[in-house]
């Protein structure tokens, strides 16, 4: 082999193993958040080793079934027969103000909500941050959590987006 392919070989190899360092292919995080959502297009998508980041645009306003769906954080944290999923939507409170509810009432899911958004950050653009920022203060919205994916999904109807960000959850 020519040196000009041994460079080539090693740039290749490198390459593959840098992709391999993504924490979800967009074909990954786009079947996690179709669990739970209708999806379209992908309007912003970037991975790395510590986080994923994506926004989807919302085909419809609601939750598929997959997922229980609850109405309060007290229903969640009562109903124990949900330990790796679930979805909640207030009309009342923002997926910001429920993060808050769940730090509240239930340190460890609080903490697994933020690390699984906020360690996400990195992984986003100016847009995909207003997106998120956005999902998280408009009411009504929903919130799905899945500890086995390590990721949350934000719907903003008003936006018509998804919002999907996971983190390193501990």
């Not at 740039?11 to 992709?19: E, G, I, K, R, Y």
């Amino acid at each position: 082999m020519s040196g000009r392919g041994a460079v080539r070989g090693i740039s290749l190899a490198a390459l593959a193993f840098v992709a391999a360092c993504d924490r979800h292919s967009e074909d990954e995080a786009r079947a996690i958040a179709a669990q739970w959502f209708d999806i379209g297009e992908t309007l912003h998508f970037d991975s790395r080793r510590p986080c994923t980041a994506a926004v989807f645009r919302a085909q419809s306003g609601e939750v598929k079934s997959r997922v229980p769906l609850f109405a309060s954080v007290e229903e969640v944290i009562g109903n124990r027969a949900q330990p790796d999923a679930f979805a909640i939507s207030n009309e009342e409170m923002s997926v910001d103000a429920l993060f808050v509810a769940f730090m509240e009432a239930d340190r460890a899911t609080g903490l697994a909500l933020q690390e699984t958004s906020l360690a996400a950050r990195a992984c986003m653009d100016d847009a995909t941050r207003q997106a998120f920022y956005s999902a998280l203060t408009v009411s009504p919205s929903v919130l799905v959590f899945s500890a086995p994916d390590g990721a949350i999904a934000i719907l903003d109807p008003v936006r018509r987006h998804v919002v999907m960000t996971s983190g390193a959850v501990q």
